[in-house]
């Protein structure tokens, strides 16, 4: 089946790049893409369950960042309240 994609001018680039790069052809990649969207929407992800991996575990010390975030900005606005 046949199915016409319009890409603005840097993203056509960017996949012309990328196909000859991993010697594979645009459409190849599109179909890739296109599966992976279907699998991850299909298995009924969340975004979080998408990232969880991934969230608030490399600029911050916290590795709970993402679900304590009000403790520890509550926890850093006292300390700043402290006097010096």
């Known amino acids: 089946m046949t199915t ?3 890409l603005d001018t ?4 960017e996949l012309e790049i990328l196909a000859r790069r991993e010697g594979s052809t645009k459409s ?3 179909v890739e893409g ?5 699998e991850e929407r299909s298995a009924g992800l969340s975004p979080w369950e998408l990232g969880k991996d991934l969230f ?4 911050s010390p ?8 009000k403790r ?3 926890e850093k606005m ?7």
């Open 62 to 69: 916290h590795k709970d960042l993402a679900r304590n975030s």
């Open 72 to 74: 520890y900005f509550k």
């Open 10 to 13: 840097d993203l056509a680039r």
């Open 4 to 6: 016409s994609v319009r």
């Open 34 to 38: 296109v599966r992976r969207i279907l």
């Open 28 to 30: 190849a990649l599109i």
């Open 56 to 59: 608030g575990r490399h600029a």
């Open 78 to 84: 006292l300390a700043k309240a402290q006097p010096h």
